[in-house]
């Protein structure tokens, strides 16, 4: 399969609600980690797209900003999702690292995840990183997993990890 990815744009929008909704089913909205994303825009500079040759939408990687217990922002991965049909081909390998670059690239000390760690182990993500963490609901067991670019910016922070809109209301 070929594919190229992109920056998501305006365009692609529908298309990528139509799959995350498939891919998640419509009680998404309601696990812990929508609450990072409810109201709060994506870092549309890290949500990209795979296309196919035609344009069309193969798969999405979406990055949201999160508020560290220390102050910091720091970013979660996801939702991620590719086409049921498309699956195994490696779609969704070449966009989370593409993902975990342009978060690194963009200066970030590290990225979080809540996702399957048999997926996500072989890009870095660990469990251990995030020993001192907590967020704001509960989660599947052994899913909450960071990923740290510099040493220590996510295992040496103690607390809970907030939406990134906690920190307008709190500077009002
Ligand atoms: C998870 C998902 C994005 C993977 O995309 P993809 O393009 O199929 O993945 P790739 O082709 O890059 O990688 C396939 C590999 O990942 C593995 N894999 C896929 N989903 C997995 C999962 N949930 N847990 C563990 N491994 C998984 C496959 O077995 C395959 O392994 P292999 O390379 O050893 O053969 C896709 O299956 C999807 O959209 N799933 C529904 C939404 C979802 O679960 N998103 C992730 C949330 S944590």
Request: charged residues 20%; glycine residues 12%; hydrophobic residues 40%.
């Amino acid at each position: 399969m070929n594919f190229t990815l992109s920056e998501e744009a305006a365009e692609h929008a529908a298309a990528i609600e139509s799959l995350v909704d498939t891919a998640f089913g419509p009680a998404r909205k309601t696990r812990t980690v929508y609450q990072f994303r409810d109201g709060i825009p994506p870092l549309t500079d890290l949500c990209y797209v795979a296309l196919s040759n035609d344009g069309d939408m193969l798969g999405s990687i979406r990055f949201w900003p999160v508020l560290m217990p220390d102050g910091r922002q720091e970013v979660m991965l996801g939702p991620l999702a590719v086409l049921p049909n498309l699956r195994g081909q490696g779609i969704g390998k070449a966009l989370v690292a593409h993902g975990i670059a342009g978060s690194r690239a963009a200066g970030f000390g590290g990225v979080l995840i809540v996702g399957d760690r048999r997926y996500y182990a072989p890009f870095g993500f660990r469990e251990e990183k995030v020993a001192n963490l907590d967020l704001p609901g509960p989660v599947a067991p052994l899913t909450f997993m960071g990923l740290e670019f510099e040493e220590g910016s996510l295992s040496r922070v103690d607390g809970t990890v907030m939406p990134y809109r906690e920190k307008a209301e709190q500077a009002v």
